[in-house]
């Protein structure tokens, strides 16, 4: 069977409207370590008796596609009242259309839309529609191996210097969470047959030795419209190496006219579980029926993701066997940062979530002198219990009742109860997310440990007819700028910093 021919829909990685539209991927957003992916649809395609249309359930409500499609990224949606219970009840081959689409014979209409039941708002529930990115994709996507996170490929991509235009390899796909960051560092324009561009096309090479993860790598980027960016290869590369068939080219022109089918990368990612396995087939040396996968006039960089040290030892010394320079290993290390205003003070007392202790020296003062008074009282207290130990009960106790009144109030105290009612209620004045000092706190362990990076650089072609090319340059520079005298030289630098300011002016 014939692979499809590549999507011409723009991609909503790569660039997106400002609203949801009908097959396209879009996240409902629930909380910020659960995130929903759904290809939008305005018609149940997979017929599952919903009144609404096609409708994604979650934990926080049901929520018809109706409700989505057309509306702007970012926006609150909230849930509707479906009937759950309601699916399967309408019986399966009620349309004839629908079992058209089932066939692939036949498209939505308009009338299956209009047949739709309007969805109702629930009363509880809602979630956020949010457009997909590489970040909230490797958050939401469907683990199928190890996945590189976030914090990794990001420092990956920028070490290997992938920018637009940028041939990537990339060897153990996995889950395609570092191949989805790496299409948007290297895009640089979808590749075209009727005309050509003067820019070099950024292009991903994927290539998985899995059959089943290399199927379901190669329908999601069908799906999420990356087919003509990322073209995934299912092969093992430690004996095949890196060639590719004669109708694969990163170029932007047609793919069967291309008469030099080797791909020519200059960044290269290995997440391998043996990668100096692969490391011989990525070398500057061609011959007729093995040519090299580098591009010969940018110099090579590659990295190779390993969790065991014992893996990195063997790599590093196959890269240097291989004529690799500027070796280094890397270990990424995050901590979780919790951000929170901190309240200090005696009168946070009693408040949730707070520091009841002096905030400064006058409150720690004026708490040791409370302290005192409070001491003075109550030894007060004992002296005059004891001299009316001859005295009646009664009297003794009226007595003693109304003396510590009066030397409370004397002494300006309060009791605690009393304290903690007048600070309660000064809450309804106060502006708490305001107050405080904005503090940060890390976690007291490490836990993002995945693996280690090993980078490394591969110079280069350079033989006699390069240096030969850059002497010629360096001389024809050397003659430009011996015949400019020195005050010419001066007059053009002082042009070019006015035109430098001019342009900051209106650029602010």
Not at 177 to 191: D, E, L, M
Not at 439 to 452: A, C, F, I, M, Q
Not at 470 to 492: I, P, T
Request: hydrophobic residues 35%; contains cysteine; neutral net charge.
């Amino acid at each position: 069977m014939d692979d499809p021919p590549p999507s011409q829909q723009p991609s909503t990685f790569l660039s997106r409207g400002a609203y949801a539209e009908a097959d396209s991927l879009a996240l409902i957003y629930l909380k910020r370590d659960l995130q929903v992916p759904v290809v939008l649809s305005e018609v149940d395609e997979q017929n599952e008796g919903y009144d609404e249309g096609k409708v994604t359930n979650t934990r926080f409500g049901s929520f018809p596609h109706s409700t989505l499609i057309g509306v702007p990224w970012g926006s609150q949606i909230r849930a509707s009242a479906v009937d759950t219970g309601s699916r399967g009840r309408r019986p399966q081959d009620s349309s004839a259309n629908a079992q058209k689409r089932k066939r692939g014979t036949d498209t939505p209409d308009s009338a299956d839309v209009e047949a739709q039941k309007a969805a109702k708002e629930a009363s509880t529930g809602f979630a956020y529609l949010i457009p997909p990115t590489p970040e909230t994709w490797t958050s939401s996507l469907p683990h199928r191996t190890q996945v590189v996170y976030t914090p990794d490929y990001s420092f990956i991509l920028q070490r290997l210097r992938a920018r637009p235009g940028t041939v990537l390899i990339e060897a153990g796909a996995g889950s395609g969470s570092f191949t989805h960051a790496a299409v948007r560092s290297v895009f640089s324009g979808y590749p075209s047959s009727s005309s050509s561009t003067p820019h070099r096309l950024g292009k991903v090479f994927s290539f998985e030795f899995h059959e089943s993860r290399y199927q379901s790598l190669k329908a999601e980027l069908l799906t999420h419209h990356l087919d003509s960016l990322v073209h995934p290869i299912h092969r093992d590369v430690y004996e095949e190496g890196f060639q590719l068939p004669p109708s694969v080219h990163p170029s932007n022109t047609p793919l069967a006219s291309q008469t030099d089918p080797v791909v020519q990368a200059n960044a290269i990612f290995l997440d391998l579980p043996a990668p100096w396995l692969a490391l011989p087939h990525l070398t500057r040396s061609s011959t007729a029926t093995r040519p090299s996968a580098l591009d010969p006039r940018t110099a090579a960089r590659i990295c190779t993701f390993s969790p065991c040290i014992e893996q990195v030892q063997r790599t590093i010394t196959a890269l240097r066997a291989h004529g690799w320079m500027e070796i280094s290993m890397i270990e990424l290390a995050a901590h979780r940062l919790e951000t929170r205003r901190e309240r200090v003070g005696l009168n946070e007392e009693g408040l949730h979530g707070t520091n009841a202790s002096p905030a400064d020296v006058e409150e720690a003062l004026s708490k040791l002198r409370e302290l005192e008074k409070r001491a003075a009282i109550v030894q007060a207290q004992a002296q005059a219990r004891s001299s009316a130990e001859d005295r009646g009960p009664e009297s003794k106790e009226r007595e003693i009742g109304a003396r510590e009144r009066r030397e409370r109030l004397e002494a300006g105290l309060v009791s605690r109860q009393e304290r903690l009612r007048g600070i309660k209620e000064g809450l309804k004045g106060r502006e708490l997310w305001r107050e405080g000092r904005l503090v940060h706190r890390l976690e007291p362990e490490v836990k993002t440990h995945t693996s280690y990076l090993v980078f490394a650089v591969l110079p280069r072609v350079w033989g006699e007819e390069e240096e030969r090319r850059a002497r010629v340059e360096v001389r024809a520079l050397g003659e430009e700028v011996r015949a400019k005298s020195k005050r010419q030289m001066k007059r053009e630098a002082k042009a070019l910093r006015i035109e430098e300011v001019e342009g900051k002016a209106q650029a602010s």
